[in-house]
């Protein structure tokens, strides 16, 4: 049996963390599936409780830049990002350092490492308490739909590990951006929280993931983020045996709908997504049908992670 845990028994979920076992916490995007970075077997751990193929990295959560400094080789973009979005939804694929404590498993591998300070103050004060890097991919079985609250986290993974501490429910719903600075040129491996309108302005031009001569991050090849039920994207019309995913002034004749954002906001609709998906995955639905979404803003992040569903279990 997993524990839940409530705020008042953080110290529990750090002292657990300590001995190397397993805590899922919520973070401003999604539930991770907390362990020691720097234990290795504390992060074969997390591979196994997810079915994780051991190729795709994690990400190691820190609470800030000097947290970062002596994990990976940061250098002047890093700090400029770092200092601009973090404590947020943004995580850096850098160069590990030379003596880089983190377990090499968590980098699958790589010369990288993928670093983010999270911004949810229960994640602050869990990494203070537990006084190590955290590993933390989202708190779901490979290939679900992340997690934006502690029941879905138990949901998936009750049994898997020790405990769950509760948050209540994700601010921002959407996983964070995933950019490469491990390059010259910087590259959007998974649009996120923090959109490349944002990152441009600091940066300029990003390359994509997709790009000849970006390199690609190793989660996007997976089959990622999929509901059992169909997806039918751009949805014009609906018929009365599917499920509509609303955004906007709603299609009528659905035979259930739910409303990512009826005020077409499109931060409201990132943080209803995930918890969306899966109330409206259930087999009476013989689809679920979802209106078109602005390409603009977090709507690139909500776009990329709906095709991916879309795709889902076809392979
Ligand atoms: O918002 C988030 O990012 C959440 C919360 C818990 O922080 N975490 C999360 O982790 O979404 P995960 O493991 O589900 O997704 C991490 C993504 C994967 O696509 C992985 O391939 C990529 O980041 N990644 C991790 N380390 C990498 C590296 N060294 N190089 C390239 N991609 C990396
Ligand atoms: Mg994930």
Same mark, same amino acid.
């Not at 002596?70 to 003596?99: I, N, Q």
């Not at 659905?254 to 969306?276: C, K, M, Q, V, Y």
């Not at 992040?301 to 392979?315: F, K, M, T, Y």
């Given at each position: ?22 805590? *899922? ?32 990295p994690l990400i190691v959560?820190?609470? +800030? ?26 995580s850096l694929v ?18 990288t490492l993928a670093l983010r300070?999270?911004?949810?103050? #229960? ?12 590993? *933390?991919?989202?708190? +779901? ?21 020790? *405990? ?14 995933v ?9 959007? #491996? ?23 001569? *970006? ?21 014009? %019309? ?20 739910? +409303? ?11 943080? +209803? ?5 899966? %109330? ?36």
């Amino acid at each position: 049996m997993t524990e839940r845990l409530t705020a008042a028994q953080l110290d529990r979920a750090a002292s657990l963390l300590r001995d190397g076992a397993l805590v *899922a916490f919520p973070t401003e995007t999604v539930y991770g599936l907390g362990g020691d970075a720097t234990s290795d077997r504390a992060v074969a751990a997390i591979f196994a409780a997810k079915d994780r193929p051991q190729f795709n990295p994690l990400i190691v959560h820190v609470e +800030n830049l000097a947290a970062a400094e002596p994990l990976a080789v940061c250098d002047e973009r890093a700090r400029t990002l770092a200092r601009r979005f973090w404590p947020g939804p943004l995580s850096l694929v850098l160069k590990r350092s030379e003596h880089c404590p983190v377990s090499s498993l968590a980098s699958a591998g790589l010369d990288t490492l993928a670093l983010r300070a999270p911004a949810h103050p #229960l994640a602050q004060t869990l990494l203070r308490a537990a006084g190590r890097p955290l590993a *933390a991919p989202s708190a +779901n079985r490979s290939g679900h739909v992340s997690p934006t609250t502690a029941d879905h986290v138990l949901a998936e993974l009750d049994g898997r590990i020790a *405990a769950v501490l509760d948050g209540g429910p994700c601010r921002v719903g959407i996983e964070s951006t995933v950019l490469d600075l491990s390059a010259e040129r910087p590259a959007l #491996l998974r649009p996120g929280g923090v959109t490349r309108e944002q990152l441009e302005a600091a940066l300029g031009p990003l390359a994509d993931a997709g790009d000849a001569s *970006a390199p690609r991050s190793p989660g996007m090849t997976e089959r990622h983020y999929a509901p059992a039920r169909p997806l039918r994207l751009a949805a014009t %019309a609906v018929a009365d045996d599917e499920a509509l995913l609303a955004f906007g002034p709603p299609l009528r004749g659905a035979a259930a709908t739910i +409303n990512l954002s009826p005020s077409r906001d499109l931060g409201e609709a990132a943080a +209803n997504l995930f918890a969306a998906l899966r %109330a409206l995955d259930q087999p009476r639905f013989k689809a679920i049908a979802v209106m078109p979404i602005p390409e603009t803003g977090l709507g690139a992040a909500i776009n990329d992670r709906l095709r991916r569903a879309a795709r889902g279990r076809a392979n």
